[in-house]
């Protein structure tokens, strides 16, 4: 698929996915999303990729939203199937099984903090603005951030940005986690990938396992999320890259895994 509305880039094992609208800040049209879907796609069953950052075009918006041009039209059985498509699609990205990092540029609102709240882990540059604005539009978020901000940041600080619909700044993001760290504009993106190439030099069924073991066992009772970790360290010890990493250490050498 080419694409009108994203670039890709792919180096020394990492992807770079760029929403590239910046006369629009960015805004998810639904060709921006049939084309996030579509690249996610092909980056989660890419052997080349480990792990991917998400990032906006321009220097002012990381996404400033779904498009409102769009969805100002949207008749009711329309917009379920609208919100559940963008759900699908921001699911594929917290499921891809591989680190996705939002390098937050610039405004992340709406639908566009809903998308960095997909991403598995997320960087400020200093002077981004975040918030949830749907309810200023007499509408509500309906691309997971009514879910994901109250488990990120917790019940009360979730209601009080979605129900104020207000921006907060980088600073005040990372005070409530919403993002991990804040960093200068001009290194973002050269952070994030510090941050990434950290998590990619593991090995990529650990990764892929950790994932699996956060991400399944936050929707379940402690004692399950356990015997699913259980389970899944069960697995990893049939696995190369167990035999490898642990030799290695031993070894007093680095390891070299390969995912199997
Ligand atoms: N959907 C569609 N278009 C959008 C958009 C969105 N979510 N956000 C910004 N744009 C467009 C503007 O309409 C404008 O287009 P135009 O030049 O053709 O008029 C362009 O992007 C630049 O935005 P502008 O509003 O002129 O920039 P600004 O610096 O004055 O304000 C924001 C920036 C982010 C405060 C403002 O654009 C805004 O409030 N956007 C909507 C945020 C929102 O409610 N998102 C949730 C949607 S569910």
Redesign the pocket.
């Given at each position: 698929m080419s694409y009108e509305n994203l670039e890709l880039e792919k180096r020394d094992g990492i992807a770079v996915v760029t929403i590239n609208r910046p006369?629009?800040?960015n805004?998810l049209n639904s060709r921006t999303v049939d084309e996030l879907e579509a690249a996610f796609k092909s980056l989660g069953s890419d052997p080349e990729v480990a792990g991917v950052i998400l990032t906006g075009a321009g220097d002012?918006?990381f996404v400033?939203?779904?498009?409102?041009?769009e969805?100002a039209s949207q008749a009711p059985i329309e917009g379920k199937t609208f919100a559940s498509r963008g759900q699908r699609v921001f699911d594929r990205i917290e499921g891809l099984g591989k680190p996705v990092i939002a390098a937050v540029n610039g405004?992340a609102?709406?639908?566009?903090c809903e998308l960095a709240m997909a991403c598995h882990v997320r960087v400020a540059a200093e002077g981004a603005k975040l918030g949830t604005?749907?309810v200023?539009?007499g509408?509500i978020c309906g691309y997971g951030g009514t879910q994901r901000l109250p488990r990120i940041v917790g019940k009360g600080r979730a209601l009080e940005i979605l129900m104020t619909g207000e921006m907060i700044d980088a600073q005040e993001a990372y005070r409530i986690g919403l993002v991990n760290h804040v960093f200068p504009k001009e290194t973002l993106l050269e952070e994030a990938e510090a941050l990434l190439r950290k998590m990619v030099a593991n090995g990529p069924l650990s990764l892929r396992l950790v994932l699996d073991a956060v991400g399944s066992g936050l929707d379940m009772a402690q004692s399950d999320g356990q015997e699913l970790e259980a389970a899944l360290f069960g697995l990893i010890c049939a696995s190369e890259d167990m035999r490898e990493g642990t030799k290695a250490f031993l070894e007093k050498r680095p390891p070299k895994f390969k995912g199997r």
């Open positions: 006369d629009k800040l805004a002012k918006a400033a939203g779904a498009d409102i041009a969805l405004f609102l709406g639908g566009g604005p749907e200023k539009l509408i």
